[in-house]
């Protein structure tokens, strides 16, 4: 039997909340048990296996459509890379497989994440417009879950938790993306493409929000924020927990090792998380070779829970941190399933008839406790400093992208669903606006200027805009303006707010236009939560300062 195989179904529930501190823990965090109650309301079966459809024996005559790999990292530090000139515990990682697609490719050295955190940054991915259009502002989460984070008193800055909105919140599954807008996948789907969605979702668990009825033909994975990598306390893993940080204690204890397939019973997989879906997309490419596809390929690596292989974290001997030793086997595991994914790509003979779209849905987490995940940029996720949405970005496509190439402009995540729609000669929708635009004549040279003048985003009161060079962040708690030049200033050192009042002003009011524009969020913010700027979480090791830099990131 398989060593993960023994750990799985229901029981986990209950292995789950012992390793946190059994009963007293469920007692006093109720948001535990209702997840245990959902676990045996939908067990988790033995592993099973699965079956993709099959295409065409024989491709068909004549050029076809280029194929679209999406490949989206989870919490991806800037600087986790080596491509980036970093790479985790000073180099000693190297991303070769991560690296290549923008060494045979283009890397967008100025790429920008949909969104600070990961659901919003996903749904602008899905929709090729910012998700505050349609009110997908906040990360779904449960209010019991959100009131444990928000009474997490700390100290000099305390989280602030909004009873009042709690009241009314919709049930946490009907928190999604509305079924009226248009994803890349439902976009792909009507123009012939077999569409595959493999890993985390987080675009909402109602039936009309899954990934079946958002244009995805096929899915493998699962509907929530998260899961574990393999059983906790699984043998032949390597775990390292952050005492400090209340959503990783709920991690451990809620959540599932599990996935489904097409939205059927969930079942646990067979191997470690990230290998399973690497394998599985290699066997979902070995079925489709002989017709266009589309693959959504969104890992849920390096998010927590930390959790890596023995093999992986035995082979970083170099790293004395164990923390930072599981965290940098992680970045091992997921370079190493991009590799799987690229060389299947160019066994079947598809290599140089797909667009491979790489990127991270925001930067590092401050609460892994970890410093220099994002170096050299300031901020974190959950920041819309260039720490929290400034992320690796790259496009590959031989013989129609030059390699080797560097885009310096900026560019976002808004703009893959119109880069893809134009590979694959869709047409975008006009009965509604679309952020993004095709970068592919930018990236052929085909077409100068910027893609954008302008890029926004938007979490409660704390509210960015960049336009042209220069990137505004206003704040309601901190009350506060930070104003950047970004040509001079890539790395926000110099706050230029008080000695360019004027600049301040013309670029509030092209804040509040587009401001303007966007929904009013579906479900309100339940907690804001103080995050500093310039050092991770941790307080024995990156105790806060007085002095810090700091905002309040609303969810």
């Known amino acids: 039997m398989n060593k993960f195989l023994k750990w799985g179904g229901a029981t986990l529930a209950v292995l789950a909340v012992v390793a946190v501190g059994g009963a007293i823990y469920v007692k006093q965090n109720p948001i535990v048990l209702l997840r245990i109650v959902t676990r045996f309301k939908d067990p988790i079966g033995p592993n099973q296996p699965v079956v993709w459809q099959q295409g065409p ?14 490949i989206l990292a989870d919490d991806l530090g800037w600087n986790d890379i080596t491509v980036n000139g970093g790479g985790v515990a000073g180099g000693v990682v190297p991303t070769p497989n991560i690296d290549s697609i923008a060494h045979q490719g283009v890397d967008l050295t100025q790429g920008y994440a949909g969104n600070a955190t990961c659901a919003p940054s996903r749904a602008a991915i899905m929709t090729g417009r910012y998700a505050t259009r349609f009110g997908y502002e906040f990360t779904p989460s449960h209010p019991i879950f959100m009131k444990m984070v928000g009474e997490d008193n700390r100290g000099l800055r305390n989280p602030i938790y909004f009873a009042e909105n709690a009241k009314n919140y919709p049930p946490i599954n009907s928190l999604g993306v509305p079924p009226s807008e248009i994803t890349v996948a439902k976009l792909l789907q009507k123009q ?94 070995k079925a489709n070779k002989n017709r266009p596809f589309f693959i959504y390929l969104a890992f849920n690596a390096p998010h927590t829970p930390l959790q890596a292989t023995q093999e992986d974290y035995d082979a970083l001997p170099m790293i004395q941190d164990h923390e930072l030793r599981v965290y940098a086997a992680m970045i091992r595991a997921l370079d190493r399933n991009v590799g799987r994914v690229l060389q299947a790509l160019k066994e079947q003979g598809l290599d140089d008839n797909t667009l491979v779209i790489f990127t991270s849905d925001n930067g590092g987490a401050s609460y892994i406790g970890l410093p220099d995940l994002n170096k050299p940029y300031r901020g974190w996720k959950a920041t819309f400093f260039e720490g929290g949405i400034h992320v690796p970005y790259f496009m590959k496509w031989p013989g129609v992208l030059p390699a080797g190439a560097k885009f310096g402009l900026p560019v976002g995540h808004v703009d893959i669903f119109a880069t893809a729609a134009g590979a694959a000669g869709a047409a975008v929708p006009t009965d509604r606006v679309i952020d993004g635009v095709n970068l592919l004549p930018f990236l052929e040279g085909k077409e100068a200027g910027r893609p954008h003048q302008t890029l926004f985003w938007r979490s409660g009161d704390y509210k960015v805009l960049l336009d042209g060079d220069w990137k505004l962040q206003v704040s309601e708690r901190p009350k506060k303006d930070w104003l950047f030049n970004l040509k001079d200033d890539p790395t926000e050192q110099k706050n230029l707010a008080d000695v360019e009042p004027e600049k301040v002003k013309q670029l509030r009011g092209v804040l509040a236009g587009i401001d303007g524009q966007q929904a ?33 990131w609303a969810n």
């Open 520 to 552: 009013k969020p579906l479900w309100p913010e339940l907690a804001e939560g103080p995050i500093a700027i310039d050092h991770p979480e941790n307080p024995a090791k990156f105790p806060d300062s007085p002095d810090d830099e700091y905002i309040y």
């Open 57 to 70: 024996e024989t491709a068909p005559q004549g050029k076809r459509p280029p194929n679209v790999v999406l």
């Open 192 to 285: 012939g493409y077999h569409t595959m969605m493999f890993g985390k979702w987080h675009l909402g668990e109602l039936p009309e929000m899954r990934p079946q009825a958002q244009g995805f033909d096929e899915s493998l994975g699962f509907l929530m924020g998260g899961q574990l990598y393999a059983p906790s306390g699984a043998p032949g893993i390597q775990e390292a927990k952050q005492p400090w940080d209340p959503i990783d204690k709920f991690l451990w204890a809620a959540l599932p090792y599990a996935v489904s397939k097409d939205g059927g019973p969930r079942f646990a997989p067979d191997k470690y998380m990230t290998d399973y879906l690497g394998e599985q997309a290699v066997d979902a490419i």
